[in-house]
């Protein structure tokens, strides 16, 4: 099956410091990768889609520059939270997705970043 | 509307029951549907793929997808305490991207 792997899957950091989140498809090529967010029993919130090789698309209301996103390789993604603050404490998830028509054309999931921001 | 509609529950229901799931959504261009079972502070698993109408059987679980009336079910046999989650449905047309319901939280109770 499809794996995607998350790290670190928890960190607590200063307010003000920056946090990088390392997002990786072990077993498959992710042409696309997610980054959602999730408060406590509330639902998945996209945050931005990542294509291989070019510029993440954000959704609105979410800062580009606060939240950089890198899509290096075919299996690697990262989330880079710039100045975090504690309204950035939340649980990050990652997801992967293959080519279209590939066998890994569902989303996979990452078991997910708590990022906890003092 | 939203593109997507899911009872946020929660569900209870006593352990050996049967559970019916459910989804609905507006956009008919819609092909393949899935269900994630999310466990808390968890990553979402996916655990059920079904592309048009039909019904999956996997184990205890069966998907059930009606595109007449844009309609998703999945069921869950002889509920156990260890399928006490949240369950996601989600689903996408080639070429666009995915639109998760905003899940429904299930308690099955010893």
């Known amino acids: 099956g499809a794996v995607v792997s998350q790290h670190p899957s928890r960190v607590i950091c200063k307010s003000g410091t920056s946090v990088k989140i390392e997002c990786r498809s072990l077993?498959?090529?992710?042409?696309?990768m997610f980054w959602y967010r999730q408060f406590p029993k509330k639902s998945l919130m996209l945050m931005a889609t990542s294509n291989e090789g070019s510029k993440a698309t954000y959704e609105q209301g979410v800062e580009k520059d606060k939240f950089l996103i890198n899509h290096a390789s075919l299996t690697l993604s990262t989330l880079t939270v710039t100045s975090a603050h504690p309204e950035d404490s939340s649980f990050y998830i990652c997801s992967a997705r293959g080519a279209s028509g590939s066998s890994y054309n569902e989303q996979f999931f990452g078991p997910g970043t708590r990022l906890t921001v003092l | 509307q939203k593109e997507v509609e899911q009872d946020p529950g929660p569900l209870s229901v006593p352990e050996g029951a049967i559970v019916s799931l459910n989804c609905t959504y507006s956009?008919?261009?819609?092909?393949?549907f899935m269900w994630y079972r999310q466990y808390s502070r968890k990553g979402p698993e996916l655990l059920m793929y079904t592309y048009s109408s039909g019904n999956k059987e996997d184990g205890r679980f069966t998907a059930q997808v009606d595109k007449s009336s844009k309609y998703i079910s999945l069921f869950i046999r002889d509920s156990q305490p260890s399928d006490s989650a949240t369950y996601l449905c989600a689903m996408f047309s080639n070429g666009q991207n995915f639109v998760f319901g905003p899940g429904t939280r299930l308690s099955v109770l010893p």
């Open positions: 956009n008919s261009a819609f092909q393949y």
């Open positions: 077993d498959f090529q992710a042409t696309t």
